[in-house]
């Protein structure tokens, strides 16, 4: 092998490796992208030197997000590993975006031929796939590492995404501001508190997907100003207990918004790799992300949002970065559950069936 070697813990085997096990490779780290509600709405198929990578639409969201919007973007995330994955090997990945106009699920199809030397940042960032964890919380006082916004930035522009800092006091009142009037408003939703309870399983529950309690801190952290998570527990007290270590006073963390310049099913992918690449950039250098989209779910705030606070431009995520000790676990499904051994691009069913509460 003329690039890196394989990552410890992988495949756990040198190279040769077969066009089917190089597949399963890249899936399995594919699959720790970060999803709405964990939802993993992805499938792939490979087929030698190439992998599908398909939108499972039996996963979507069909009331919080009946566009596809949030599961595209958690597609681009995927993709984003994947191509990361490849990298780690050696390979130059290829990406064709949406190859086929008649298949909208089809989300890309990664082909690896070309080699060049894996860089010491991207396999950086290749650590950190299975390591990151969405915070849901405050963060510590103290403030991000110097030039990494910087950073989160220009890997945000390579996708034609924008990282908007909202740093100006008023301003992120107002974000928090929509954050909290649509968490309210959800709260009061039936359907939508319906939905999130199908993807919320209970303590001890052996489901691979959906926001397991181990994730979610049993009492919600106050920040200034307050940034008020899901209720996934929905009263049932379920969640994880304060660290002993937490400092009472929490922040809020840096306040950003990532937009994109137009609003279509490429823009939403292109938003969810460049959500990748910012998760695990900050993950290399010790900071977390909170990720708030439920002002976004709402049409009417985010159109507010888009007017007053992003020039315009159409946010895709609300996030928040800070440093904090993580005590955060997750699940994921197995690769051979979204990888058939053989199969053809079936962008219209699910092979494994709708996920079971
Ligand atoms: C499009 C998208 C929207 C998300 N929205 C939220 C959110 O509003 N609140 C939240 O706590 N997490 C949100 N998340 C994070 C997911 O819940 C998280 O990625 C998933 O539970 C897997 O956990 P992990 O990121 O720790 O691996 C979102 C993720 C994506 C990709």
């Given at each position: 092998m003329d690039a890196v070697p394989l990552p410890e813990g992988e495949l756990g085997r040198p190279e040769p490796l077969t066009?089917?096990?190089?597949?399963?490779?890249?899936?399995?780290?594919?699959?720790?992208?970060?999803?709405?509600?964990?939802?993993?709405?992805?499938?792939?198929?490979?087929?030698?030197?190439?992998?599908?990578?398909?939108?499972?639409?039996?996963?979507?969201?069909?009331?919080?997000?009946?566009?596809?919007?949030?599961?595209?973007?958690?597609?681009?995330?995927a993709l984003f590993t994947a191509r990361l994955a490849l990298r780690s090997l050696g390979y130059l990945p290829e990406i064709c975006l949406l190859p086929d106009p008649g298949q909208p699920l089809l989300v890309a199809r990664v082909s690896w031929q070309r080699r060049v030397a894996c860089s010491e940042f991207e396999q950086q960032l290749f650590g950190q796939v299975r390591q990151r964890r969405t915070h849901r919380g405050g963060f510590d006082l103290v403030p991000l590492p110097p030039g990494l916004l910087a950073a989160l930035r220009e890997g945000a522009a390579r996708y034609r995404a924008m990282l908007r800092?909202?740093?100006?006091?008023?301003?992120?009142?107002?974000?928090?501001?929509?954050?909290?009037?649509?968490?309210?408003?959800?709260?009061?939703?039936?359907?939508?508190?319906?939905?999130?309870?199908?993807?919320?399983?209970?303590?001890?529950?052996?489901?691979?997907?959906?926001?397991?309690?181990?994730?979610?801190?049993?009492?919600?952290?106050?920040?200034?100003?307050?940034?008020?998570?899901?209720?996934?527990?929905?009263?049932?007290?379920?969640?994880?207990?304060?660290?002993?270590?937490?400092?009472?006073?929490?922040?809020?963390?840096?306040?950003?918004?990532?937009?994109?310049?137009?609003?279509?099913?490429?823009?939403?992918?292109?938003?969810?790799?460049?959500?990748?690449?910012?998760?695990?950039?900050?993950?290399?250098?010790?900071?977390?992300?909170?990720?708030?989209?439920?002002?976004?779910?709402?049409?009417?705030?985010?159109?507010?949002?888009?007017?007053?606070?992003s020039d315009g431009a159409y946010p895709q995520m609300v996030l928040r970065f800070g440093a904090v000790i993580q005590a955060a676990a997750s699940v994921r499904r197995l690769p051979e559950d979204v990888l058939p051994e053989s199969g053809s691009e079936d962008t219209t069913r699910n092979p494994q069936g709708p996920p079971t509460p």
């Open positions: 066009e089917y096990e190089v597949a399963s490779y890249v899936v399995a780290a594919a699959v720790w992208a970060p999803s709405v509600h964990n939802t993993q709405p992805w499938r792939f198929t490979a087929r030698g030197q190439q992998i599908s990578l398909c939108a499972d639409a039996e996963r979507q969201l069909r009331v919080a997000d009946p566009d596809g919007r949030e599961m595209m973007i958690s597609c681009g995330a800092l909202i740093a100006d006091d008023g301003r992120r009142a107002a974000l928090a501001a929509a954050v909290e009037t649509a968490e309210q408003e959800q709260q009061l939703d039936s359907e939508r508190v319906a939905e999130l309870a199908r993807w919320a399983p209970a303590p001890g529950s052996a489901r691979a997907d959906g926001v397991p309690p181990t994730s979610y801190p049993a009492r919600a952290e106050h920040t200034d100003p307050e940034f008020p998570g899901r209720d996934f527990a929905h009263g049932r007290g379920w969640g994880l207990p304060p660290l002993s270590s937490a400092p009472p006073f929490r922040s809020a963390g840096v306040a950003a918004l990532l937009t994109t310049a137009r609003d279509r099913p490429a823009d939403w992918i292109n938003a969810g790799q460049a959500l990748q690449r910012i998760l695990l950039t900050a993950s290399t250098r010790g900071i977390a992300a909170a990720l708030h989209t439920q002002p976004l779910e709402l049409g009417w705030l985010r159109d507010v949002i888009q007017t007053r606070l």
